[in-house]
């Protein structure tokens, strides 16, 4: 499995768009990344997941360039109830694959 | 339900109790994952069952720990012996394919005292 490298907190404002990138060097080829949010006390949820250049959906956006060794997921004008932690995995797509998640970007928004 | 469910939501036990854990995932989903997350760190991996294959056992810690599947639905995770470094959050997955990735239940916050 992709060993992934995050910051391992970043702060912002409200309204201010965020850039979390994540390192994944020895990305595999059939390796997808993924991207949770987690709020204290609940479970991660899950936020995007691409294989390459650009996602996009209802909450966030993903870069992934073309040697796919970086990922950047991008919150749009974030608001104080966007402060959680933020995992990047990396894993191949089969369904059931074993993620391991890291300790993950602990993303504080201030007003 | 519409989503992993895990009972109970808090357990306060003695050292060297036994425990049961229980995750019922979310109707079709073969796919289950049990994760273990202490205070303020990242998820730790724990067993994985798909289908009616063996599980994947390689997260457990030690032969403390066991987890069944029973007809391909809910899940139990038994801790025997507790010890205080079993306290932590125990986190249940479930997923169909990971074109949306794994929902995951609140989890059971453990206390072993």
């Known amino acids: 499995l992709a060993k992934t490298t995050q910051p391992i907190s970043m702060d912002s404002y409200e309204g201010q768009e965020v850039n979390i990138t994540c390192s994944h060097n020895?990305?595999?080829?059939?390796?997808?990344i993924t991207w949770y949010q987690q709020f204290p006390s609940q479970g991660p949820r899950f936020i995007i997941q691409g294989y390459k250049t650009k996602v996009t959906n209802e909450v966030a956006s993903l870069f992934i360039p073309a040697d796919r060794k970086s990922s950047t997921l991008s919150l749009p004008r974030v608001s104080l109830s966007d402060t959680a932690v933020y995992y990047c995995l990396v894993g191949e797509k089969n369904y059931g694959q074993n993620f391991v998640f890291g300790p993950g970007t602990r993303l504080s928004v201030l007003p | 339900g519409a989503g992993v469910s895990q009972s109970p939501s808090n357990k306060v036990t003695e050292k060297g109790k036994d425990v049961e854990l229980r995750c019922d995932p979310i109707s079709g989903h073969t796919a289950l994952y049990w994760y273990r997350q202490s205070l303020g760190q990242g998820l730790e991996f724990l067993i994985y069952?798909?289908?009616?294959?063996?599980?994947?056992k390689s997260g457990l810690p030690s032969d403390r720990f066991s987890a069944e599947r029973t007809g391909g639905s809910v899940s139990t995770l038994t801790i025997q012996r507790t010890q205080q470094e079993d306290s932590a959050v125990y986190l249940c997955?479930?997923?169909?394919?990971?074109?949306?990735?794994?929902?995951f239940g609140s989890g059971t916050r453990l206390t072993v005292v």
């Open positions: 020895n990305i595999a080829t059939n390796d997808y």
């Open positions: 997955a479930s997923s169909y394919r990971t074109d949306n990735g794994y929902t």
């Open positions: 069952f798909q289908g009616n294959s063996a599980p994947d």
